[in-house]
């Protein structure tokens, strides 16, 4: 095979990988995306012989760059350096799995290398969703965000079902085109055409009839979101507090009556940092609080930045920061609050942060930082987090929301906890204006849609920019608003107190790939070992 088609064919896969990213195509694409890229892999195992491990490594960098520039080049809108880290860092991993499984591959041919292909990528996946540097976002499941119709069974699998389905359809497919070409017999590859056209269908069928018949449960709540379209670069950390505050008390003003249960305002509205034993006499809550004495069954959910004083510890936590002019050591967090008028303010903490930005991952691979952290007042930017999931409680209606942050709402499981703590709803606020208007604010609003059929929780989503929204138990859209607008919607969402299968178990496809590709690249390091050494006694 020459080297032109080689690269055309590294182009074209990270091309189909990319579309589905795209509101307009369809995640179907994934299931025939990786085509090319396995036919230059299984070329170059061929003519092993003459071609190492790293000319492989060159065309799936290729195409896995291709992918990752294409569905997220809109990060540079808000940091580029953070787009070229998050970029090369994917492509890189990425490029590691699959030149793993090629050497698997090599070691112990197609059968056992095929296998290695699924349960090593969906093991990175996973580790992925879990490590302390963590991304996401190109999740093979989350292809079908635009499709939820296709995909009601991810309340059984989670989005690394996706995944899964995604693989095997690729290597049902390559199998077939494969065995023409090799034995140039018809037969064993309509058969193989026939598998991957059932394994296809059969799951969309499933999923179309539960779409159809799902009928939502729970009893109603009001909610109201409101949208202050505040720009993150000239307006938002530029106006003050006050400022930013009446906005979304207008908004609010507009919208509120006697029937609304819940006012959702996004994260960060209120911006400049309380300190948390002064939650009740801060101006902002006693502003909230004066709007809620005239609806007393009225909650008022926000998100806010806040600082808690720490005692002196002899471990002190990675995100700690230190006050010279007052001596005093303190955390801060990307927080939500629920307002009602208990006088109680229950805090949640942000805890899935995004790397670079809110934390700085690994530190405790590294002890010696801790004492810089501690000389130099912390490491500028990282925020605090909570080891569980917290839900705010309804005084009056016994209801609990899950109070999710921002990027927080792309991880399946970590969502999942909520549900396990009594959440029948899911609050979604967010930031998303720093994109600007690209693919990426789309996306992330899919997430959502992800977490409702993982969970049959609906889900109001309230966006400082981006889109606001409610979404139902299938999915869906029900309202939503537009792109860079300042208004406030209402609606009537269902809460829910059933677990889903996936809610009860989680990322168990996950945990599984994971257990047996740590057994698989075990004994690929035996195997290794044991046969240079017994070169070296030859």
């Known amino acids: 095979m020459k080297k032109n088609t080689l690269l055309i064919f ?15 195509f369809s995640g179907i694409i994934s299931t025939i995306a990786f085509l090319p890229l396995l036919i230059i892999e299984d070329h170059i195992y061929k003519t092993k012989y003459s071609n190492e491990h790293f000319v492989l490594f060159k065309y799936s960098s290729l195409t896995f760059l291709i992918w990752n520039v294409i569905a997220t080049y809109w990060i540079k809108n808000s940091d580029f350096l953070a787009a070229i880290t998050v970029i090369t860092t994917n492509t890189c991993f990425m490029s590691l799995t699959f030149g793993l499984f090629h050497s698997t591959k090599r070691k112990f041919g197609s059968k056992v290398g095929n296998f290695s292909f699924i349960i090593y990528w969906l093991s990175f996946e996973y580790i992925f969703i879990n490590a302390e540097l963590t991304w996401p976002w190109l999740n093979l499941g989350n292809a079908f965000a635009n499709d939820i119709k296709l995909i009601q069974w991810y309340e059984y699998t989670g989005v690394l079902g996706g995944t899964l389905w995604i693989l095997i359809l690729n290597l049902i497919l390559f199998k077939a085109i494969k065995s023409y070409f090799d034995n140039k017999k018809l037969r064993p590859s309509i058969i193989g055409f026939s598998i991957y056209i059932l394994l296809l269908l059969m799951p969309t069928l499933i999923s179309n009839h539960i779409f159809k018949n799902y009928k939502e449960t729970g009893d109603n709540i009001n909610i109201a979101v409101l949208q202050p379209n505040l720009d993150p670069y000239s307006e938002k950390y530029n106006i003050s507090q006050n400022q930013q505050l009446n906005t979304i008390m207008t908004l609010a ?45 009225l909650n008022f959910i926000i998100g806010a930045s806040t600082f808690k004083k720490i005692s002196i510890k002899k471990k002190m936590p990675a995100a700690v920061r230190y006050n010279e002019k007052e001596n005093f050591y303190y955390v801060a967090y990307n927080a939500a609050l ?24 690994y530190l405790h691979f590294f002890p010696f930082l801790e004492k810089l952290i501690l000389d130099f007042g912390g490491v500028v930017g990282s925020l605090g987090t909570q080891n569980e999931r917290d839900v705010f409680k309804n005084s009056n209606s016994g209801i609990s929301i899950a109070p999710v942050i921002c990027y927080e709402s792309a991880f399946g499981e970590h969502v999942s906890d909520y549900i396990k703590k009594g959440a029948n709803v899911i609050i979604v606020i967010t930031n998303d204006g720093w994109w600007g208007d690209t693919p990426g604010y789309k996306q992330h609003l899919s997430c959502s849609q992800l977490r409702a059929i993982e969970n049959r929780r609906s889900i109001a989503r309230s966006a400082n920019t981006g889109i606001s929204a409610f979404i139902n138990q299938r999915g869906e859209l029900i309202n939503h608003t537009k792109w860079w607008r300042k208004t406030a919607i209402k609606d009537t969402l269902k809460s829910n107190n059933k677990y889903t299968f996936y809610t009860r178990y989680g990322d168990y496809i996950g945990r599984i790939a994971h257990f047996l590709s740590i057994i698989l690249v075990l004994y690929l390091i035996v195997n290794y070992l044991t046969h240079k050494n017994k070169r070296f006694k030859d």
Request: glycine share 2%; no cysteine; charged share 20%.
């Open 10 to 24: 590294s182009l074209l896969s990270g091309l189909l990988l990319a579309l589905p990213w795209f509101q307009k």
């Open 253 to 297: 003003d507009s919208i509120v009556d006697e029937n609304i249960d819940y006012m959702i305002a996004p994260e960060t509205a209120i911006n400049k940092a309380i300190w948390e034993n002064n939650l009740n006499t801060d101006s902002s809550i006693l502003k909230i609080e004066e709007f809620i004495n005239h609806y007393p069954n």
């Open 338 to 361: 629920q307002i009602d008028t208990t006088q109680q303010i229950p805090i949640y903490y942000k805890s899935k942060l995004v790397s670079g930005v809110e934390t700085m991952p």
